[in-house]
């Protein structure tokens, strides 16, 4: 079956704490994103990336780190420099923007909590 | 700035038909796609429009006038498990989605 897989599915940390989320996707995809989503919010981007070993900060990178060394996997780091980490990330991968079939699809989201 | 306007809340009944209105200001335009998110789920993608006009699948049509900012999701033989949020957002000419907040709808018996 293909698509995109996050773990883990709930996760807590204590504040100082650096937390890096897993985002695996074998849709065969080059551009993968990472959201944070908010109540009452819409979905907000904190990275993305159109091809492996590139990647550009979106609306809301500060206090985030990603890497995209393999085309199937885009880690996000959430580190202590975040002042409000508490949200649901959700990964997101599609075709490159622009060429057609630019639907992106998401996996089911990690929730985050920050005691 | 860039701006995606949609309902915050509607009801309906089931077996009803719901109109959820979008509209919206972004820098460019390559599309406007709308989503489902059950509550505690990832958005599931619905439908997408780039051309004026209806489009049709099953239960569910989208209908975009590009000159208006303006689209609209029509769901149709209300089902208790439509009961969602509704994403709008559009594809900026950066190829950037810009995302509303959502539509919560609140199916009745």
């Known amino acids: 079956d293909g698509g995109i897989t996050q773990s883990p599915k709930y996760l807590f940390r204590k504040e100082g704490q650096n937390v890096t989320l897993s985002c695996e996707q074998n849709?065969?995809?080059?551009?993968m994103y990472w959201y944070r989503q908010d109540p009452g919010q819409g979905l907000r981007l904190i990275y993305y990336s159109q091809i492996v070993n590139d990647f550009q900060k979106g609306d809301i990178a500060e206090g985030y780190s990603v890497s995209r060394e393999k085309k199937e996997s885009f880690p996000l780091t959430v580190t202590s420099a975040q002042k409000n980490p508490t949200a649901f990330y959700l990964c997101?991968?599609?075709?490159?923007?622009?060429?057609?079939?630019?639907?992106?699809?998401f996996g089911p989201g990690t929730r985050l909590t920050v005691l | 700035g860039q701006n995606i306007d949609q309902p915050t809340e509607m009801t309906a009944t089931e077996g009803a038909i719901v109109q959820i209105n979008c509209t919206y200001q972004t820098s460019g335009f390559n599309g406007l796609f709308w989503y489902q998110q059950h509550a505690g789920e990832a958005p599931t993608f619905l439908s997408y429009?780039?051309l004026d006009g209806l489009e049709e699948k099953g239960r569910f049509s989208s209908f975009l006038s590009r000159s208006k900012g303006y689209s609209y999701l029509l769901l149709k033989e209300l089902q208790m498990k439509d009961s969602a949020s509704y994403l709008c957002?559009?594809?900026?000419?950066?190829?950037?989605?810009?995302w509303g907040a959502g539509t919560k709808l609140i199916i009745k018996p």
């Open positions: 997101a991968s599609s075709s490159p923007p622009g060429q057609g079939t630019d639907t992106q699809y």
């Open positions: 849709l065969n995809h080059d551009a």
């Open positions: 429009n780039v």
């Open positions: 957002a559009v594809m900026d000419s950066n190829y950037q989605l810009i």
